[in-house]
């Protein structure tokens, strides 16, 4: 005699779907934070290298976190610049509000970086990057 309406499929969603959810959710975020992990290992074994580069772009990207309904919005700037080396080939590296704005395209000079992440460059005047363009 039943006393009301069957329950059972609730713990079959809460005993299966739920647990499966999780783990998903789980491995997720820990891939996400092992390939930031790997980066930043891959970058640290990386030499420290300073080589003659112009700047030849520059953009900025707007990534906007939205809270909770009612409340506002979180946004970040990103910049990045791309740099090309005398060989012809590019890179492009994030780099902070301060030295996006003080960097120009044609900018020439000395680069230092260190795998993906970039560690600055010094500008020369008078400085000439073969196959400039």
Not at 16 to 25: E, G, Q, R, S, Y
Not at 44 to 61: D, G, K, Q, W
Not at 70 to 96: H, P, Q
Request: no cysteine; proline share 4%.
């Amino acid at each position: 005699m039943s006393l009301g309406p069957d329950l059972s499929w609730m713990f079959d969603f809460a005993g299966t779907v739920l647990p499966i959810f999780f783990a998903l959710m789980i491995g997720i975020v820990a891939l996400s934070a092992g390939r930031g992990l790997l980066a930043w290992s891959r970058n640290n074994r990386m030499p420290v290298l300073t080589v003659p580069a112009r700047i030849v772009s520059r953009r900025s990207e707007i990534k906007q976190n939205s809270t909770e309904e009612g409340s506002a919005a979180r946004t970040t700037m990103i910049y990045y610049l791309t740099f090309e080396f005398e060989n012809g080939e590019r890179a492009e590296f994030k780099v902070s509000g301060s030295e996006y704005g003080i960097s120009a395209e044609r900018d020439q000079g000395w680069l230092t970086y260190q795998g993906t992440r970039y560690r600055g460059f010094k500008r020369e005047p008078h400085f000439s990057v073969a196959g400039q363009r």
